[in-house]
């Protein structure tokens, strides 16, 4: 699958010339990785090149190579006791530099985690438009009638308008129009398939209390994308998602099940968090994201063991054969 990655690649990008290749690897707080293996491997390596080869970053979490090639490169970072990473680049000119952040390991543990692909209507599917559903982030569905959940944790509705234009352009429209598969299709059904939408999720805290955090960009290159704990403040109730969202890497924080003493001060809470692999927000009424529910009140860890799901899906189910740390192929 590597090769597939790489040969993918457009041509629009073809380098002639050698590339200086740094990069410096860090931790979450900005202290150097030594001894961090950076393995580059090449796409098209120039003359005797060798196709990969490993290095050793130094005290400074630094690695530096000159590579010849007249492509991209896959670059993999490993080190025990933190997450891997692994990105496809396309560099730009003769001197590439990138810091990259290496989360540590520190504390993995069990979480309900469930998985919504995001292609084709396979995700989240919304019972109705236009209308709010309560979803239970622990179980995994909406709450009844429309599913099998049991508390509440947000509340969310999609909204969709139709822009009046087609993916693949009015001309072409008009012609697979005539085509015997579309001819007897109504308007209606021609949007479905070919129509461009404006689309929206909004997203609700279902308690009082609760709360969702801002979109946060996350580390789409590492096995651990967002923070290891969910923050403790910056909540707010709600939230929007739109199609400008869609192959965005960026996560939410969710703050519910919320407790409080007759003060009004929070004692006890339920934290998740939403990633996007990345999201996909689907013009059927589906959208396609990861959610993790941590069930020990009060603990805001969710840095999840991929071998302590406590979900338990079906083989029917797209969680079934999901492992949220590895890599893709």
Known sequence: MRFILLIGLSANFLLADDIQVSMRIIDEKGQPVEKAKVNIYLAFPKAQEKVSRDILTNFRGLVSNLVRTEAGFHVFIKKEGYYDSELLDQPGDK??????????KINPTALYAKFYPGWKDEGLKFPRFDEWFNYDLKIGDWLPPEGKGETADIRM???????????????????????????????????????????????QAADKKGGISKLIPFLSYSQLKMPHEAP??????????????????????????????NNGRIVSAHYSKITGVPFTIIHAGAWGFIHYFNPTPNDRNLEFDPKKNLYQPTPKDPSYSFQPYQLPP
């Open 95 to 104: 001197n590439y530099f990138r810091e990259i952040v290496l989360p540590k």
């Open 157 to 203: 509705k999609f909204n969709r308008e139709f822009k009046g234009e087609w993916f693949i352009g009015e001309q072409k429209y008009q012609e697979y129009r005539q085509l015997p598969e579309y001819i007897q299709k109504s308007e209606e059904e021609m949007r479905e398939i070919w129509g461009v939408w404006n689309m929206r999720i909004e997203i």
């Open 232 to 261: 403790e403040f910056g909540y707010q109730k709600n939230c929007t998602l739109t199609e400008a969202d869609n192959n965005q890497e960026k996560g939410l924080f969710i703050r519910s099940r919320v407790i409080t003493d």
